[in-house]
């Protein structure tokens, strides 16, 4: 006598066995452009008929005849699927027991999974008024993209009346969080959750940053992850450059490299530290020096500090002026960045006896300034020109540009 799981094997069989027969590479590329979609609605019922087997072992308590402690724990076992994935399909699973229409629609190829996973967080945070509004909502789903339906879900849940949409977004409130943590090879890592009301000022400095850069440069090759992680870093620098900062022991917050004269110099090997405790390049701790306020720790045998010179400001503000109108911004061969983006670069490092004149310094977008300090290039002062030798030995040779009134 068949059962269902025979028959239903049976069907699988048959339908692994086409599927294995599939040949992408025989296949015109209109084939695959209709195959693959279809695939797509094929698994999302699937899934729609798996969920469904796996809310009613839940709803009957399946997990306690095998001893697992929970249905997620059986999924993962018997499924072999990551915890977060099992805690996510029961969640699902839970919802649409209570979801009829949204379920039917799911169950007839009308929507995707993804569409559904937007669809029961909704009914989640809201369970007691979803009901009335499922149809108009799952009507609206089918034709949208996930985007487009987070977007709508949104307007939605705050067209609410009640305190529930208050709550809920004061618990979202309650949820952020963001870490700072060491990861491999000296890597940072920024990890973290933010509710969007918060976010959005973040996302709106990152995106005109981004922007600016694009209209700036025709010849920028970063990734736009790393565009935004950059964008970031000049945020927190200008924010560290202002003068409206909160003093913190008399003084405005600043990074502290510790770094000895004679690595600085480059007289022997070594590196430097921050007072985070991270190792910094003897290379990247120059570039920080060259426009930066600078104080003299002198240390006994054992590195116990006896003595803090002042603080002096490497390129006064006079001199960075005239720096300006002389430059107008980036020097770099083929940059046109303008002076509020560059640092000032010692040619000769000051460090290095290099005097701290205009005739020694040159603008540097911090992008370029990296890539001079960190890429060695070589940078050259002959009267009125400037000359960046590449690492390979070419030489590109650029004049002041001031402009005689």
Request: charged share 30%; proline share 4%.
């Amino acid at each position: 006598m068949e059962t269902n799981i025979d028959n239903l094997a049976e069907a699988i069989r048959g339908l692994t066995d086409a599927i294995r027969e599939l040949d992408a590479e025989g296949m015109s590329v209109d084939e695959l452009a209709e195959g693959i979609p279809a695939l797509t609605v094929l698994m999302d019922r699937a899934e729609a008929a798996r969920l469904g087997m796996v809310g009613e072992f839940d709803r009957r308590g399946g997990a306690d005849v095998t001893a697992h402690t929970s249905t997620t724990s059986w999924l993962k076992d018997r499924c072999d699927i990551s915890g977060s994935t099992a805690r996510e399909k029961v969640r699902v699973a839970r919802a649409l027991r209570l979801m009829p229409l949204t379920e039917a629609a799911f169950g007839d190829g009308r929507l995707g999974y993804s569409h559904v996973r937007e669809l029961t967080r909704c009914h989640s945070a809201h369970p007691d008024v979803f009901g009335d509004h499922e149809e108009t909502l799952v009507d609206v789903a089918g034709p949208l993209s996930v985007r487009d339906l987070r977007r709508a879900l949104d307007h939605w849940r705050q067209t609410l009346d009640g305190p529930g949409v208050l709550d809920e977004l004061e618990e979202q409130h309650g949820r952020r969080r963001l870490w700072l943590s060491e990861a491999f090879e000296g890597m940072i890592r920024m990890d973290g959750d933010i509710d969007p009301d918060t976010a959005e000022p973040i996302r709106v400095a990152l995106d005109a940053i981004c922007d600016r850069d694009a209209r700036a440069s025709t010849d920028d090759h970063r990734t736009q992850s790393q565009k935004r992680a950059d964008a970031l870093s000049e945020i927190c620098r200008q924010w560290l450059d202002g003068a409206d900062t909160p003093q913190i022991g008399g003084e405005r917050p600043h990074l502290d490299v510790l770094v000895d004269v004679d690595v600085l110099s480059g007289w022997t090997a070594g590196a430097g530290e921050t007072t985070g405790g991270r190792v910094v390049h003897p290379e990247v701790a120059r570039r920080l020096a060259c426009d930066a306020s600078v104080s003299r720790i002198v240390l006994a045998g054992d590195s116990e500090p006896l003595d803090v010179g002042r603080r002096t400001r490497v390129v006064p503000a006079g001199m960075r002026r005239a720096l300006v109108a002389r430059d107008r911004g980036c020097r770099f061969p083929g940059c046109d960045r303008p002076p509020r983006w560059c640092d000032a670069h010692h040619i000769i490092h000051w460090i290095r006896n290099g005097p701290t004149s205009l005739y020694n310094l040159v603008l540097l977008c911090r992008r370029h300034h990296r890539i001079v300090h960190e890429g060695r290039w070589q940078v050259l002062r002959d009267q009125g020109d400037i000359t960046f030798i590449y690492p390979n030995g070419i030489e590109h040779t650029n004049s002041d540009r001031l402009i005689s009134m």
